[in-house]
């Protein structure tokens, strides 16, 4: 009997058996291995987009409502209980946007929209282009 050894030793020199070597393997897993890299750092500023992007439709949401507010009433600054209609008037947003907690949150404070960003710093929002310092 031919031993299992042998036999494989035979179809081998013989040509039979095509495989890879580990020189090959290895560098099929480096080239995987750097494209994965590749494709993580492209998709690195992905988040950071969204965020801003949310940042900038909340905040033009909001701000939409204090210019129908104004236009209707022409008063005094709106609180958040007067744009949602709460107490008199409104309502002139018909619910607040949700702000992530772990990106930013979000107050009016004397009819000005302030937006805090988790790491502290606060931007007095205007306009949808000042998200830009929310990130």
């Not at 031919?2 to 480096?30: C, M, N, P």
């Not at 309502?91 to 702000?99: L, N």
Request: net charge neutral; with cysteine; glycine share 10%.
């Amino acid at each position: 009997m031919i031993s299992t050894y042998q036999r494989l030793k035979r179809r081998r020199d013989a040509g039979e058996i095509d495989g890879f070597t580990l020189i090959e393997l290895l560098i099929v897993i480096v080239v995987l291995g750097i494209l994965a890299a590749v494709v993580i750092f492209a998709l690195g500023g992905v988040t950071g987009k969204s965020q801003l992007a949310a940042c900038q439709a909340d905040g033009a949401t909001v701000s939409t409502a204090v210019s129908a507010f104004h236009a209707e009433n022409a008063s005094a600054t709106p609180s958040s209980a007067l744009l949602t209609g709460t107490t008199e008037g409104g309502p002139y947003i018909q619910s607040w946007p949700s702000a992530n907690s772990t990106h930013y949150t979000y107050s009016i404070v004397s009819g000005v929209l302030d937006l805090t960003v988790a790491g502290g710093s606060t931007v007095a929002y205007t306009n949808p282009s000042q998200c830009k310092a929310v990130k």
